[in-house]
C-alpha cells in the first residue's frame, strides 16, 4: 500500500538543485525564547539607518503571523527591509499554544484588519477567500512547485505565498537510542514499542509528550489516522457528508494503539506540558521522543546546537509498508488582504522576501526553513539534523501529506479537546470515535 505525498516532487526538485547550486534557505509554531499561547508584537523593529542614500516611506504594513519559531528573527528581516525601503512593517505573532485563527477574526471583526497574514489551505482558504488578493500574477509564482500551490488554488487562482515545506513524526535524540543499545530505526509498532521499553530499562524517558497543546494532540497526531487511510481525499469528503463512521474504521482503530503507547511510556504530566516545556525538555535530553518536526531546529539549536536528532515513523501497526514514512506539508501560507489600501506595497514586501539575496538569507539560515521555492539554494548542513532526516525520507519516496486543512473550520481544536479527555480517562475510544464522527457532521453543516 504504496502512498507518496503531494510535496515529495517540491523537494526532490530542491534537493536537485543542491548539488547544481549549492549556496544558502525556515520552522513551525516556535522560538526557543518565547513561551507558548503567548501573542507578541513588534513595532518599528529600528530607525532607518542614517546618510543621505537612505530610503523615507509614509507607508506602515501591519503583519499578523502565527510563527512564533521565527518571530525574532522576523523582526530582524522587517528591520532590514526597512533600511532598504524605508517602508515600516509592524508584526504581530499568535502562536504556540495559542489559536491563530479565533485571533485572526478577531482581529478582522474588530477593524483592525492586517495587510499581510497567514492562511493554511484548502477549506482555511474557502473561508476567507473574499478577504485575499489573487497572487497569481506575482513573480515569484513562476518559481514555485504545482504541488505547492495546491492547498491556496482556488477556480485556478493562486491565492497564498507557501511559507515553507515542513515535515514531522517522532524526532529522536541519537545519542540516547545509542545509549539504550538501539541500532535499528524502529518502523513498525511492534518495534517501536521494543525501543521504548529499552529506553525505559536504560533509566531513559521515552516519549515527551507534549499534550496540553491542541495541534500537537488533536491536529498532528490525529492525521496518522487520516493519511494512512487508503484514499484520504475520499475518506474525508466522505466523512463530513456522513457517509463513513471512525467507530468502526480499520485505520483509526489500530492508530489508537499508537497513542495508547506513547501514554505508556510516557513523561510525567503529558496534559500540563505545553510545547515549549516539550521542546526545552527533550533537547535537554530528557526524553528520547517526542513528535514535532523541523520547525523546533531553532529552539532546540538554542539550547543544545550539538544535539544530533533525527525522524522516525508514527507506526500504527506492523505493516512496514504501511508504517515506513513521516508527513510533509506546507504549513501556511502568506496571504495579502485584498480591502487593504497598501496591497501593492504588501506585494512588493513578499517579492522581496522570496527574491532578494538578504530575504533568501533569512529563510535558510535564521528561519531554517525548507524553501518553497526553487530559486532559494541551500546547503543540507544549513538547515540542521532534522531537515536533513525528513530529506531521507522525501528521497527514498516516502511521505505522506497534512489532511487536517481539509476537515471543518474548528475540527483540529475541538479533536485536540476530545483527545486529551481520552488520554486523561475521561472518555472511552468508543466514545472518543463517536464524538468525533459527531464533531465533523456539526461543523460541515455550518
Partial sequence: MKKTSFLTLALLLMISLLAACGGGGMPNPETGT??????????????????????????????????????????????????????????????????????????????????IFNNGGYNEAQLWKDRMEDLSDQP???????????PMTMDGKLYGLPMNIEGYGFLYNKALFEQAGITEIPTTLTELRAAAQKLQDAGIVPFENGYQEWWVIGQHLVNGAYAKQDDPDKFIADWREGKT????????????????????????????????????????????????????????????????????PMPINDDEALNDNI?????????????????????????????????????????????????????????????????????????????????PDGTSQEFGALMQAYVAKKITKEELFKQMDETVLKLAAK
Avoid: C, H
Fill in 34 to 115: 518565547t513561551g507558548t499561547g503567548t501573542t507578541e508584537t513588534g513595532t518599528d523593529t529600528t530607525e532607518p539607518a542614517t546618510g543621505t542614500d537612505t530610503p523615507t516611506s509614509d507607508v506602515t504594513l501591519k503583519m499578523f503571523q502565527f510563527k512564533v519559531e521565527i518571530a525574532d528573527a522576523m523582526e530582524k528581516l522587517l528591520a532590514e527591509y526597512k533600511k532598504e525601503t524605508g517602508v515600516n512593517i509592524t508584526i504581530e505573532t499568535v502562536g504556540g499554544g495559542a489559536d491563530y485563527g479565533a485571533a485572526l477574526k478577531a482581529k478582522f471583526a474588530s477593524g483592525d484588519e492586517p495587510d
Fill in 140 to 150: 515569484w509564482v513562476a518559481d514555485l512547485s504545482d504541488n505547492v500551490k495546491d
Fill in 245 to 312: 463512521s471512525v467507530v468502526d474504521n480499520e485505520i483509526f482503530n489500530q492508530w489508537i494503539d499508537l497513542v495508547d503507547l506513547t501514554m505508556e511510556f510516557s513523561n510525567d504530566r503529558p496534559l500540563t506540558t505545553d510545547y515549549n516545556t516539550q521542546m526545552t525538555e527533550f533537547a535537554s535530553g530528557m526524553a528520547a521522543m517526542t513528535q514535532q518536526g523541523n520547525w523546533t531546529q531553532v529552539q532546540i539549536d538554542g539550547i543544545d546546537p550539538e544535539l544530533q536528532v533525527g525522524v522516525l
Fill in 327 to 407: 508527513f510533509v506539508g506546507v504549513p501556511n501560507n502568506w496571504v495579502v488582504n485584498k480591502n487593504s489600501a497598501n496591497k501593492e506595497e504588501a506585494k512588493k514586501f513578499l517579492e522581496w522576501m522570496v527574491t532578494s539575496e538578504t530575504g533568501k538569507r533569512y529563510t535558510v539560515e535564521e528561519f531554517k526553513f525548507i524553501p518553497a521555492l526553487k530559486t532559494i539554494t541551500y546547503e543540507p548542513e544549513q538547515l540542521g539534523t532534522i531537515a536533513a532526516s525528513i530529506q531521507e525520507y522525501v528521497q527514498a519516496d516516502k511521505t505522506l501529506g497534512w489532511q487536517w486543512p481539509k476537515l
